[in-house]
């Protein structure tokens, strides 16, 4: 009977010391805020989702992993660039992790796909990479900290119009941002004097370009005006710098995506002189520019940040920054709320967040690829002030 007794109170302990352990773990669990960064870490983009990866872990070394008394945890997860797998790992980040905000996205349709489930969900997805403008309209509860490709285009063509440039061909990669860039670019030209002679496209998943830049160069525009996704422009500018565009007295421009920090040392001296328009350089010449590149490379063998691993950086700061104004509430709403019109300082600059649009505000820089300390950098030598997409209503 004694021994019955006993059993039966342990039995009856257990039966508490369940549920207590549960809302112990569920007690501690509240302590912690996870972030689920969905990289391109494998395939063509895998440089993309490395970059953004690297920037994000950055911020977090700087800045400490506690935020208004929680802890932070930085999930991350490769979605081999994949909108499918995109749209299946940030349901399991959300259902099975519960995470306060998504992160990443480094094309277009990777962002599109979990669109649905950010505004199901009322979870806030950061937008890292993809530039296309329509984004931010797909669901409430995206906010950019990247770019976008009108937003980036408009100020190269207030430049070409001011030297002398009259007739263009416009050549991008036939994706989002792409179709994004060629309208705007023929829009900024076109209201300035100039005029598109043909837009060209080239397969997103295409590298090889001769047949295009051919059919550029026998058009014998002014300028050539070229966009690619950063990871591709290695190969693309290879083959500009073969196909003689320059030599034919045609000039190269674009957006900075073209000549993209992570690559542009490959390139070769060929590229010296070619003027884009972007928002972020590594030679960007401020003091926190200049520390966030030295303690990138310390941190990553050397790799230079480009605009990828800056937008990583600075997306990582603004879901900090939210956390700070809500008291670690994480309620999907209130973070979005919160980041609604924040002003951060940041390696590329000051920048904002539209709270009209929740889309990204910030300086549009004029470059000129120059060599410096033996090294190609994106020299900046004009800048356009607080730049709206110009798309957005």
Do not use: C
Request: hydrophobic share 45%.
């Amino acid at each position: 009977m004694m021994k019955r007794r006993l059993l039966l109170a342990g039995v009856a302990a257990g039966a508490f010391a369940v549920p207590f352990a549960g809302m112990l773990t569920s007690a501690v669990a509240q302590e912690v805020v996870k972030i689920g960064l969905i990289a391109t870490l494998t395939g063509p983009q895998a440089s993309s989702g490395r970059q953004k990866v690297a920037g994000a872990r950055l911020f977090m070394a700087q800045n400490g992993d506690t935020i208004a008394g929680k802890k932070i945890e930085l999930i991350i997860k490769d979605d081999t660039g994949v909108a499918d797998q995109t749209r299946r790992i940030a349901q399991e980040l959300i259902v099975n992790d519960k995470v306060a905000f998504l992160a990443g996205f480094s094309l277009t349709p990777l962002a599109l796909a979990v669109a649905p489930v950010i505004t199901q969900a009322k979870v806030p997805a950061i937008i890292m990479t993809a530039g296309t403008s329509v984004i931010t309209e797909r669901s409430p509860y995206f906010v950019r900290a990247s770019f976008t490709l009108p937003q980036q285009t408009i100020p190269i063509t207030e430049w070409a119009a001011k030297n002398g440039i009259k007739t263009a061909v416009s050549l991008v990669s036939d994706y989002g941002p792409g179709i994004d860039a060629q309208d705007a670019f023929k829009m900024g030209l076109e209201a300035r004097g100039g005029k598109v002679v043909e837009q060209i496209k080239a397969p997103l998943a295409n590298p090889e370009f001769a047949a295009f830049l051919q059919r550029a160069k026998d058009l014998k525009p002014d300028a050539l005006f070229l966009f690619v996704p950063a990871p591709t422009a290695g190969s693309l500018m290879r083959q500009v710098v073969d196909r003689g565009i320059s030599q034919a007295g045609i000039k190269v421009i674009g957006t900075g995506d073209i000549t993209d920090d992570d690559q542009l040392n490959g390139m070769g001296d060929a590229v010296i002189g070619l003027t884009t328009s972007h928002f972020y350089s590594a030679a960007h010449d401020s003091p926190m520019n200049k520390k966030f590149v030295a303690d990138f490379k310390a941190a990553n063998n050397n790799l230079r940040p480009n605009f990828i691993g800056v937008s990583g950086y600075d997306g990582m700061h603004l879901m900090y920054e939210a956390l700070k104004k809500t008291n670690g509430n994480t309620d999907g709403t209130a973070l979005v709320e919160a980041m609604k019109g924040m002003k951060l300082e940041s390696p590329r600059g000051t920048f904002s967040i539209d709270p009209a649009t929740r889309d990204i505000v910030q300086d549009v820089y004029i470059r000129k690829v120059e060599r410096k300390d033996g090294e190609l950098y994106n020299i900046e030598f004009d800048v356009v002030k607080d730049v709206k997409d110009p798309t957005h209503k």
